[in-house]
Every structure is written in C-alpha cells, then in structure tokens.
C-alpha cells in the first residue's frame, strides 16, 4: 500500500489508477525487455503480459540482469515474469514462451490490451506487430537500441506515424551469386549460402509464378554475359533442390540433400578447372565417412553453441536438424489451412542448428575457418552488440510514454533518441510525434475485422457479395465494383482472375488470424487518381459467444475507428537514401531515409521534402516550425560529427556511423 500511495503522490491519483489498471503487452523478454519489465512492476503497472519466443543463453547474462546462470536454456518470458513477481508480489504478470507472428495471437488477442510495447530485434517482427496494432486499435510504443544508439517513440493509428511510414532499406549485404554458390572464401559466404540459399530452396516459400531462379542477383550485365554458362548450371541446381524439397519428410532425406549439395555439385565445381587454377578447390564430402568421425557421446540435440563442432559433428547435426525441420514441413503440408513453408528465424532452434550445420560443413569442403553456432547465430541474425546501459534508459523511456498514452496525452509524446557521443551537449534528444506518411503502405488502410461462422463453408464468393451488398449503407467501404482481393504476396481475385470465387476461405488459408486487403482498380498506390479510395484490411476472426444464439454467417466490426484521409497529395520525385549494411540487436536502432548536406556557408540543412523524408536528425539539426528544415552554423565538434557517415538503422530515424 505505501508504494501505491508514493506513486500517486508523484503521479497524480488518476494517473496512478489508469497505470494500475491498465492491461499491458510486452513483446520481447531480451535486454531492453528486461530493463522495461522491471521499470513497469516498479512503476505502478500491474496487469503485464510477455510473450519472447527465445531461451535464455550465456551471452545474454551480461545485459540481462534479470536471468542468472541457473536459468540458462529456460524460456526466458517465464524466468522474466517470476523475477519481476519477486519484486513486487502484488503485480498480475503472466508469460508465454511463443512466436508473437502465430495466428493465435489474432486481432482479437491484440484488442486485450490497453498498449503494446515492443522490445524486439527482428525487423520483421516489429513490422507484424505494428501491423497487428493498427488493425486492432491498440497504441504501440517502439523502442530500439544499437550500442550507444537508442530511440523511442509512440505509434496511433491515424494519428502518428506507424512503424512503415519511413521506406526501409535492405537489412543486409547481397553477394553476387557465383561467389556464394561457387567461390566462397569467407565464413559469412557459406552462412548467406546455407540461409538465404539453401534454407530457402528446401523450405522456404515458393512464389506464385514458379519462377525462382534469382541466379543472377547482384551481377551486372556484363558478369551475366561472362557466367552464362555457369547461371545455366546453377538453375539446374536450383529446380534439383525444388524437387527434394518435395521429398521433405522421407526417410532419407537429409542423406539425399546431403549428397546433392557436398558431393554432386561439388564434383560439378572440380570438373571446371581453370576456375581452381589461382585458388584452392574444394573438397567432396562424403556423408559415411564423416558419420564414423563423430563421437557416439555426441548429441546433436544437445549441442554446446559455443564450440566449433567438428565436421562429423557438423554432420551429425546437419542431418538431426534437416529431419526436423522436414517433418515440420511435411505437417504443415498436410494441413491445408495452415502455411506450407517455414521462414528462417535465428531464435528458432531447428532452423539455427541446420543453418549452422551447412555452413560448417560447407565451410570445411572450401577449407574456409569453421564458427560456433552462436557466432553464426549473431551473422545469420544481423545481431550488433548491445550496451546495458543504452537499454535502462531507453526503458525507463518507454514507461514515461506509455503512461503519457494510457492517460491521453499522446501529444505530449515525443520521440525520443539517445546519442551519446554524437558531439551534443545533451544525450538523450527529442521530437513531436510526426505525422502519418500519406502513401504508408500499412497505415494508410481502413483495418476492419471480418467475423466468419465456418471458414471451411463461407467461400470468397460469399464475402465479396456480403462486401457489395453494404453499398449505400452506413457501412459501405466504399470499394466499387472491381474489387481485388490479396493475402500477403497472393492474389486470390481480382475482376480477370475469378478461379477462387466458390473456394472456401480455409481452403484459401484465410482462417482467424489472416488478414486480406481488398483494394479497388484506382488503389492509393496510382499517382494520378488523388481521391482514389483507400484499401481496406479485414482481418479474420471467429465470432463473439452470443447468448445462445447462432451468430451471424458473416459480419463486420471496426466502423467506429476508421479513420477519415485526406486525398493523396502530388507524388513527390523519389529520393535516394544513403547505402546501409544494417543489423539489429536488443531492439535495433531504425533505417532512416533523411537525407544531410552542407551549403556554401557550412550549415547543415535536413532534406525534407521528399516523399521518403525523415524526421529531424538530432545529432545534427533540428526542424523549424512548420516542419521546414532550417541551418545552423558548424562548430568544431559539429564538423567533426559530420565526417561520420549518417547511416539507416531500422525503424525510420538516422543514427550516427560511429
């Protein structure tokens, strides 16, 4: 009772009982989680839930003060949640050991809460649960820290700008194709070869038109022309691939993917000659051999990642790993409503072991240095060491936001950096919240929620009728007549593609926890159509429990919080963002698309009036009112920071190259 009382002393009564009260999502348990998880116990906040799909490492004690060595290899959401009970016995805190991206975690979940904070270091995560945010109505406050680095900010839909607003560039570094699959010489070469090629090939998402050959990625036209015959070799080795990947779930399917890459294509590689003339060739691998050297004592599913295994060991792993995830594979195949392929995540234990396993044994058939599986880990993931104190300060960010929110005042929320180092005299800097990018792809959408009695009767016929027939009502979308219909990268409909109108949803994978956009022919993505109507978003889910009634066959909700856009104003010429070889860590610092620049007089001016504009940078100038940039002179300290590359990190604001 005394903390309750010095809380609302400080924070005011109501402040006090709206933090109380208040049902909050933390996505990620890692070192900002940690630090944040302990400031909101400490804070006044009761009612938490997390949800971190890892286990606790080794490495990890270093900045992540809640775990201890007894932890390790326990989730880490669970050990986080008991540590923080310890601190505050009253708090309501549960926890789940998940991936945040599975359809069990649908807009209906999302709707709980009262906000999400996000403690994430997956790009592509923060984008689902950005996604996800907006479509359930629920604010979002996005953090992220790169060594000295950090950023906070507070996300609404339809009043700020979303995580998308700001165009991100590549997360990592492309290879030409014939260094990657022919001549590697470094460790990262046969990581990217096992991830994005390997990986892909055998488990990965196929797209739509068949076509997967993307040989010739990062060669010029002339490289295409000198390597022809090499690309041609290559594809054949590519739809080789497709066809075991069809094979997934035999019983000897590793042995088969295991001769085909270290031993067939390799003897491939050794019959060109001239091209091991000025280098070392490589080594066939044979799988017998390499079997009979790994000790019996050796369990590949217990494996230390801080060790170089062996080549046989790499075997041994290699082979514990392909089965399971080709078991998974084949499950899911069989599974007519789920996705028939899987991603690679660096925190999925099958997918990080296989990863590991092929670029070792790649590695030792090229005589190139073998990696621990938790080095590997940090190159496959793009990880960037972290600095716990970044962490604290960013967290203790993110709680002052979140109360400011939960007490609607978000336009007292800014956006918020640390730069320390960065030739300031202050380290922690500040912005308003920015407004929404009107050509956002992700927030410029009506999100809507589509309620189906039996997705494996309801077809997509019956959903576009139900959509036409609310026209001239209160709850029209305002559409037209030729509509289309899209499911992530797929097009399920459009006025010349009608071949799934009498399938049932489930058949088209559209169950609760999918979301399908409906747009029109005069989409907001074509310039010359200003007032061209906005795409709306329905996210599937089951029906509300009715006191004994049958629900309805079909229904929408969500009306109340569409927002009202203004047309689109005149698309603005492109502009070119500064090249980046980005990584995340403990939340990764945001790309950024804002461009610098010096005039005759040496003052710094902000570039934004472009399309892809970002916000001020503060480590080197701030917007004048109006959102107009305005110069300043250059001191010495200025100068010198300004001979540091300003480079993109992930979620939209520059960050210093230091």
Partial sequence: MRATTQLARVLGEQTAERVAQARVLVVGAGGIGCELLKDLCMSGFRRIHVVDLDTIDLSNLNRQFLFQQRHIKRPKAEV???????????IDATAEQANIKDAAYD???FARFDLVLNALDNLDARRHVNTMCLAAHVPLIESGTAGYLGQVTAISGGRTECFECRPKPAERKTYPVCTIRST???????????????????????PDDGNDDDDDQGMSAEEKAENMAELRQLREESRALARLADAAGSADFARRVFDKVFSDDIARLLSMEDMWRQRRPPTRLDYDALRASCGAAFDPAQADDQAVLSPGESLALFAYAADRLAQRLAEQRQQQQQQRFLSFDKDDDDALAFVAATANLRSHAFGIERQSVFAIKAMAGNI????????????????????LVLTQRLDEC??????????????????????PNPRCPVCRRRYLTLRVADCAQTTLGDVLRFVRGLAGSARDLGLGEDVSVVEGHRLLYDPDFDDNLARPLAHLGLIPGKMATLASDGDDDDDDDACAPVPVVLSIAAPRAADGAAPEPLSIEGFEHIPEFAPLPKAAAPASSPPSDDGNDDGGVAEAVAELAVDDDGAIVLDEGSDSGGPAVPCASEAAPGGEPHKRKLDEGDQAALKRRAVPGDSGFVVLDE
């Fill in 107 to 109: 807009v209906d979940w």
């Fill in 184 to 206: 590697p010489s470094e460790p990262i070469h046969c990581i990217v070869w096992a991830k994005d090629y390997l990986f892909a090939r055998l488990f990965g998402e196929r």
């Fill in 80 to 90: 986080a949640v008991q540590a923080i009970r310890a601190f505050n016995p009253a």
């Fill in 414 to 435: 800014h956006t918020a950096y640390v730069a320390y180092g960065s030739g300031r005299a202050r380290t922690i800097l500040r912005e308003p919240l920015a407004a």
């Fill in 384 to 403: 960037i060491p972290a600095i716990a104190t970044t962490n604290a300060i960013v967290a203790g960010m993110m709680v002052m936001q979140a109360m």
